[in-house]
Structure formats: C-alpha cells, structure tokens
C-alpha cells in the first residue's frame, strides 16, 4: 500500500523565517511520482513541484527549495526567508506503480506566517 | 491560471436530490480526475477518465459517477445526496498519463443541508 505522511499539521513562524515541512511517503514501488501542491485560502491546489523516482537532485526554486531523499523516504520542502503570501495549506502527494491513476495525499501541513 | 475551470462555484443541495458538477480542462489534457475534499482534510480520489473512458475509481459508492467529453469537459453527477457529502469538488486535469502532472481546478463547494 502506498501512504504519505505530513507529520506537521500546523507551523507558525514569523515573515523572514526560513521553515521546512517534512513529507514521508511509503511505496513499494521502484517508480514513482512525489509532488508538492500549495492550497491557499481561496481553495484552488496550485502546483509546485514534480519529482520522480529515479531522480534524486535538490531543487531550487527561489525561496523554495526541496531534498528528496531516497534512503529516508523523504521529501521535504523549505521555505527560505517566508513571506505572509505563503501562508497556505501544503500538501504532498505521491502517485505510480498500483495507484498510478490516482495521487495518493498526506493530510497537509497548514503554514501561518506572521507578520 | 491553471486553464482548468470548474461551475458552479458553490452550491446548496437538500438531502436526497442530485447534483451535477462540470468541469473544463486545459485544452489537449485527455485525462480529468475528480477529488472530494473535506474541510480540513486532504483530497480522496473520486475516479480519473482518460478519453472519455474510465480509468480507475477510487472508494465512493456508485451514486458518484461521470462522463468526459471530446471537448475537455467533464461532468461529476452525484444522486441521492448525504450530509457527508458537503465538500470541496475539485477537478484536475492531466496531458496523458495518469501519472503526468495533475492541473486543479478552483473547486466547486457543495453544502448538502
């Protein structure tokens, strides 16, 4: 069976803050999908990253950053020098092998940045 | 923009009608999955169409069903509608694969009272 597991359900820091939000996944798959999705208040999942199984590399975009780690069945995403717009709920998904028709979600990490 | 858009934005249903919810997807998607979202939680797998067949369904009774159309456009019909059924409908859109990047739209909110 296939799980993600956001262990987080809530993180509150101060604007300029860097913070991390941890995502463990469970598969028994050799190939696989890991996606990170950003759900702010007005409710539309926006897409942020996409990442298969075979390609290990950080990821940097701006002030996002994500490891995938492989050994640990991890997938963390950073948020350097955060902002009060990225105030969200943050979920990570994972999709391949059984379910591969469907992504399978962790439950979401609701970020609150303070001004 | 996503290109993804779904209508109505919100609705209000009583308990026992039926319900259709639709969907456009972003042009040359030929795959469209639709998710309920619960407040609070995270998406559940409704089920995916790929070319207008269905691809896989996830764990909702058949009262949730769907078509897609030639046209990128989708449809989620739900019958004999419960309380629980109050939720974020949210539909995503995808080029090919099942496991290309899924596009979401902004959702549709049912209240099922």
């Known amino acids: 069976a296939q799980k993600v597991t956001q262990a987080q359900t809530e993180i509150s820091v101060v604007e300029k803050e860097d913070v991390t939000l941890d995502c463990v996944y469970e598969?028994?798959?050799?190939?696989?999908?890991l996606f990170w999705y950003k759900q702010p208040p007005s409710g539309e999942l926006v897409f942020l990253i996409r990442r298969n199984s075979f390609d290990e590399q950080n990821e940097i975009s701006g002030r996002y950053s994500w490891n995938f780690q492989k050994s640990t069945s991890s997938f963390n995403f950073t948020i350097t020098a955060s902002q009060v717009v990225d105030s969200a709920v943050y979920f990570c998904?994972?999709?391949?092998?059984?379910?591969?028709?469907?992504?399978?979600w962790g439950a979401g990490t609701k970020l609150i940045i303070k001004p | 923009e996503t290109g993804v858009t779904q209508s109505p934005t919100h609705l209000i249903k009583t308990r026992g009608q039926q319900v259709t919810l639709r969907c456009s997807s972003q042009s040359g998607h030929n795959t469209v999955s639709w998710y309920q979202q619960a407040l609070g939680q995270g998406p559940q797998f409704i089920f995916q169409?790929?070319?207008?067949?269905?691809?896989g369904r996830g764990n909702f009774p058949p009262r949730f069903s769907g078509l897609q159309f030639p046209n990128y456009s989708s449809e989620l019909n739900v019958n004999a509608l419960e309380l629980d059924d109050s939720a974020l409908y949210l539909c995503?859109?995808?080029?090919?694969?099942?496991?290309?990047?899924?596009?979401f739209g902004p959702g549709t909110r049912l209240t099922v009272l």
């Open positions: 998904a994972l999709s391949g092998g059984d379910s591969n028709y469907q992504l399978i």
């Open positions: 995503a859109s995808s080029l090919e694969l099942p496991t290309d990047t899924q596009y």
């Open positions: 169409y790929y070319r207008e067949e269905e691809n």
């Open positions: 598969t028994r798959d050799t190939t696989y999908y």
